[in-house]
């Protein structure tokens, strides 16, 4: 884990509400459904100002720790907000000091595994410790850039 300063970003897409334990049961998680809409060909060809065309996971508006609930906005990143389409909703991420994390291999599970140790490590206390403010995952070609909020 490296620790790097992250730019400030604006992503606009779609959200949800949730748990890790919600997201463990598979007649409670919300996740799945919530990206395969995100990752629909054509999600976001017709939002304006895109930076690149990378899909973006923001975890935002914690309730305390991996524990409890969070909000999770998968979409892309933009310039400038635009007219929302419906049912998207615009977030802004803030530059903050972050624990950069590279995820390669098969996704998702590459990722869900990332994602364990990543709770390991904070539940161990290890540090940097984890600020639970924003967190954001880049999803482009060589697989996921994990940006954790310190």
Known sequence: MDVTERGELIVVGFAVRTTNADEMDPSR?????LWQRAGAPGAFAHVPG???ENLYAVLTDYESDHHGAYTQIVGTGVRTVPRLP??????RVPAVPSMRVEVRGPMPQALVDMWQQVWKHTESGGTPSRAF???LEVHHPDGVDLYLAI
């Open 29 to 33: 998680a919300k996740l799945p459904v």
């Open 133 to 135: 403010t924003t967190d």
């Open 86 to 91: 419906e049912g998207m909703v615009a977030v």
């Open 50 to 52: 895109r930076v690149d």
